[in-house]
Antibody, heavy 119, light 107 residues
Framework: QLQLQESGPGLVKPSETLSLTCTVSGGSISSSGYYWGWVRQPPGKGLEWIGSIYYSGSTYYNPSLKSRVTISADMSKNQFSLKLSSVTAADTAVYYC???????????WGQGTLVTVSS | DIQMTQSPSSLSASVGDRVTITCRASQGISNWLAWYQQKPEKAPKSLIFAATSLQSGVPSRFSGSASGTDFTLTISSLQPEDFATYYCQQYNSYPLTFGGGTKVEIK
């Protein structure tokens, strides 16, 4: 059974960089055909796709965040990570990591982690 | 970006009711559309992919249909555990985009 688990600081200061890691168990992030992505949800609001990394290493970012986002993968640890720079209060959200197979929906999700941007 | 317009934003229904939620894409997305269910404080759960394909383990009372750029999620007989917020999402092109959500509440 595939499981995803987000980890990282729950509080980040304005202008600093938000860093989260998603640890995958029960499957390999290097398996072909899979996208590993990040989705966020501000409190009381809807879902926003941040970006994804393909098993090959190709990355795809939301243009609204592209200048501030980096997604990378560590195959040796079976983890992928999100860095979001120059954060503001508007970046306060629950951040989810998720897995999607080509042609399908995000089938597997982490439980989510709340990141608050505040001084 | 492809805009996904979901309607209604909320609805009240009773157990046993037939419920329909609509999502309209701002341009063609083939059938690369997913539906998710989200309960409070929980991660979204995939219900439907490729507009009409039921995710494994999802009850058959959930179904999806497509007509051009209009997509529909139908719950044939609403059950108590179905009260939640539902989102559509297109994955035809980047950036991936979600609809605004439909909250299904108890009448």
């Amino acid at each position: 059974q595939l499981q995803l688990q987000e980890s990282g600081p729950g509080l980040v200061k304005p202008s600093e960089t938000l860093s989260l890691t998603c640890t995958v168990s029960g499957g390999s992030i290097s398996s072909s055909g899979y996208y590993w992505g990040w989705v966020r949800q501000p409190p009381g609001k809807g879902l926003e796709w941040i970006g994804s990394i393909y098993y090959s290493g190709s990355t795809y970012y939301n243009p609204s965040l592209k200048s501030r986002v980096t997604i990378s993968a560590d195959m040796s640890k079976n983890q992928f990570s999100l860095k979001l720079s120059s954060v503001t209060a508007a970046d306060t959200a629950v951040y989810y990591c998720a897995k999607r197979e080509y042609g399908r929906s995000f089938e597997y999700w982490g439980q989510g982690t709340l990141v608050t941007v505040s001084s | 970006d492809i805009q996904m317009t979901q309607s209604p934003s909320s609805l009240s229904a009773s157990v046993g009711d037939r419920v329909t939620i609509t999502c309209r894409a701002s341009q063609g997305i083939s059938n690369w559309l997913a539906w998710y269910q989200q309960k409070p404080e929980k991660a979204p759960k995939s219900l439907i992919f490729a507009a009409t394909s039921l995710q494994s383990g999802v009850p058959s009372r959930f179904s999806g249909s497509a007509s051009g750029t209009d997509f529909t999620l139908t719950i044939s007989s609403l059950q108590p555990e179905d009260f939640a917020t539902y989102y559509c999402q297109q994955y035809n092109s980047y950036p991936l985009t979600f609809g605004g959500g439909t909250k299904v509440e108890i009448k």
